[in-house]
């Protein structure tokens, strides 16, 4: 939870009540009675393929009742996570895969030229989502 303190920080000072629990938390219940415990998710499993007490089609209905749903994931997501997904209507790109740009790359840290470390002129400063590319100048 460390790296994403700052985060979850700012979800509190904005009146969230946050509650952490694992994947495998038998805790982990989304209902209770018809009635749902949350009113926003954020899903950090991405390598997930299955819960302790919910499904996806639980997931499912919470965000078809309007619940909000933040999913992460990575070049390892699942299946049953990819699956969840493309049923909201998000496709993942293949496992293993990443974004390549041959034209704004940077050379300083892709030495193996597979252009992968893509360079942008508007991106957002954080470690958490950019990694150490975030702060690198354009090759020209």
């Known amino acids: 939870m460390?790296?994403?303190s700052i985060f979850f920080s700012d979800l509190a000072?904005?009146?969230h009540t946050l509650t952490y629990l694992?994947?495998?938390d038998s805790k982990l219940v989304i209902s209770k009675f018809g009635v749902y415990n949350y009113d926003n998710i954020v899903l950090l499993a991405p390598e997930a393929e299955e819960f302790a007490k919910i499904t996806y089609d639980d997931?499912?209905?919470f965000v078809?009742?309007?619940g909000n749903l933040l999913l992460a994931a990575n070049e390892n997501t699942s299946d049953g996570m990819r699956s969840f997904a493309e049923r909201c209507g998000v496709e993942f790109d293949p496992e293993e895969t990443a974004a390549i740009d041959h034209f704004s790359y940077s050379a300083d840290h892709d030495s193996t030229l597979q252009h992968t470390?893509?360079?942008v002129n508007q991106a957002l400063s954080s470690q958490v989502m950019t990694s150490e590319y975030s702060l690198l100048p354009?090759?020209?």
Request: net charge neutral.
């Open 13 to 15: 000072s904005q009146g």
């Open 117 to 119: 470390a893509v360079v």
């Open 2 to 4: 460390q790296t994403h």
């Open 138 to 140: 354009a090759s020209k």
């Open 59 to 61: 997931l499912f209905s």
């Open 22 to 24: 694992q994947a495998a």
């Open 64 to 66: 078809e009742q309007g």
